[in-house]
Structures are given as structure tokens and as C-alpha cells.
């Protein structure tokens, strides 16, 4: 398959992956100092985190030109070409609902009390195709305790930035703007559920979701929504922007499932970025750690 490469990437552009091996072990025999960019964002991992996986990771190259980001257009290439009219600063994040300290914060300060550490994920589309990802950010559980959530709090929902200027995808009815996705709490609260500030050692692209998406392993990719600038603690189950579009199609829970097949592709197997052959898809994306938040659910019911 042929990734189209963005016009104004240059190969300088492109941390190689043994250059970006051999400067995350030397970080490693330091202690862990982390590096950071012109953002003042912590870029390089404190800590290989023991959730990461080993296996190979898909290169720079892919991981940044073949995306899902309808903001900026529904082909794969889309993003990388279309993204770089956002503009990440200054930005902001409003978090409200039912917590005991709401409140409206610059990227800064709600990055500020948070350490970095890297955590190398696997990613698996709906759509049959998946990515290994070292994605650098903290745990989400970290961020929401700051606000207090209060014992209503069954739910969380996350927005993303609604721009039709900096997002001309958004100017098209694609989707019921913005973006929308949630989580229940114990989903959130999970060690593995992660916000991301970066990649491969460097700052999120635009076209990977800059400068703050969440990464949730476990479930489909489009769980894990990008730009964020909303985050809402809920009592009732908030609405999902693929569940509104195609409720059929896209269950709150969105769990990676090899036996619940999507009406127009089958969940069985999927296709590595990279690789010539399918390999067999995993139960929760392999990550069986969070098998107890379903216990005694129809997971075919509550696809």
C-alpha cells in the first residue's frame, strides 16, 4: 500500500526508529531526565512503563501519514496534508460536570503537575488494521482525581475542538460536530487509559491529535479521541459521536472483540501497517487486564 507523504515533511523531519531507540535507552541510564521541546512539554519518557508492549513498533513514517481524523478529511492521508492549520497555542481545556473543581485551564497548567513516561501500545482499527505506538503522556486516572469527581460521576466526556476554520472537515456534515466520545468511570480510572502528549519522542502531530488525545488500548482507535478541549464528569451515559451517526454500527463500549463483527468488517483477523499477512485479533486488543470491568455483560449486546 502506498502512504502518501506530506509535502512539507523532510527526512529531517523523521526521527529514525534506532536513532530514537538509542537515545530513549541513553535517557534510561541517566535516570530518566527528560528532554524538552520549544512547548516546554516534556518530550522523551521518564520510564518504560511496564504496560508497554516489546513487539515491533510501526515506523515514524506511518504512524503520522495514515490516520482517521475526519476533522481534516476522511482519506488516510488527509491529516498530515490538512492539519497543519491548527493552531495548538494558545489552547485550553474546560472540564465540568459533576466534580467539586471545575474550572477552565491553559494546556500548561494541566500539564504541569504531571510526570511523562512512555508507553508502547497497540492500536486496532475498526476498520482491520492496527499499529504499535510509543506514545508518551500519563495516566489518566492522574488528571481526573485533580478535579474531585464527585459520587455522581458514573461517566466521562471527552470533546474535541470544533473549528471549522483550522478544521476544514468540519465544514462538511460528516459527523454531528464535535467530535464527541466517552467512558465509564472505572474505564477511565484504569492504569492503562492514557493521555497522550507525544510520539516517538517528540510532541503529538497535529495529525495524530495535538496536543492532547487519549489513548485507550483495549477499545476500537476511534475511542480515542483527539484535541481534546472538553472533558465533563457525567451521571448518565453521554451520547458518542459514531453512536449518533450509525448506532448499529458503533456501541458505547467498543471493545476490541474478534467474535462481535462490525456490519462491514469482520473483527476476526487484521492487517499490521507494514505487514504483507493478517494475524489473529485479541480479545480486548490483548490486554486482559481490563476483562473484570465486564464481568457478567453480554459483550454482544453491549458491543
Request: glycine share 8%; proline share 7%; with cysteine.
Amino acid at each position: 500500500m502506498l502512504i502518501k507523504r506530506p509535502d512539507d515533511m523532510t527526512d529531517n523531519d523523521v526521527t529514525d526508529f534506532e536513532i530514537y531507540q538509542r537515545r530513549r535507552d541513553f535517557l534510561k541510564t541517566l535516570g530518566g531526565i527528560a528532554l524538552l521541546g520549544a512547548s516546554g512539554l516534556p518530550l522523551m519518557a521518564q520510564a518504560k512503563s511496564t504496560f508497554s508492549t516489546d513487539e515491533e513498533q510501526t515506523p515514524y513514517k506511518d504512524v503520522t501519514t495514515y490516520n482517521n481524523f475526519y476533522e481534516f478529511g476522511t482519506d488516510k492521508s488527509d491529516p498530515a496534508e490538512y492539519a497543519g492549520s491548527l493552531q495548538t497555542s494558545p489552547w485550553s481545556i474546560t472540564v465540568d460536570g459533576e466534580c467539586e473543581n471545575p474550572g477552565k485551564l491553559t494546556l500548561e497548567d494541566l500539564l504541569k503537575p504531571h510526570s511523562t513516561e512512555e508507553r508502547i501500545y497497540r492500536l486496532r482499527c475498526v476498520e482491520g488494521w492496527s499499529m504499535v505506538i510509543p506514545w508518551m503522556g500519563f495516566p489518566l486516572a492522574d488528571l481526573l482525581k485533580r478535579f474531585n469527581p464527585t459520587s455522581k460521576a458514573k461517566y466521562v466526556r471527552f470533546e474535541t475542538l470544533f473549528d471549522p476554520k483550522q478544521m476544514p472537515g468540519q465544514q462538511r456534515s460528516v459527523l454531528d460536530w464535535p467530535y464527541a466520545e466517552g467512558l465509564r468511570m472505572d474505564e477511565a480510572m484504569h492504569p492503562l487509559t492514557f493521555m497522550a502528549t507525544g510520539l516517538y519522542g517528540k510532541n503529538l502531530p497535529n495529525q495524530n491529535g495535538a496536543p492532547l488525545r487519549l489513548v485507550v488500548p483495549w477499545k476500537y482507535g476511534f475511542k480515542s479521541i483527539k484535541s481534546i478541549v472538553k472533558i465533563s464528569f457525567l451521571e448518565q451515559q453521554p451520547a458518542t459521536s459514531w453512536g449518533r451517526s450509525a448506532p448499529g454500527e458503533y456501541g458505547f463500549y467498543s471493545n476490541v472483540n474478534p467474535e462481535v463483527d462490525h456490519p462491514r468488517w469482520s473483527q476476526k483477523r487484521e492487517r499490521r501497517i507494514g505487514e504483507f499477512r493478517k494475524r489473529e485479533t485479541l480479545m480486548f486488543n490483548g490486554y486482559d487486564q481490563v476483562a473484570s470491568l465486564y464481568s457478567g455483560m453480554d459483550l454482544r449486546k453491549n458491543f
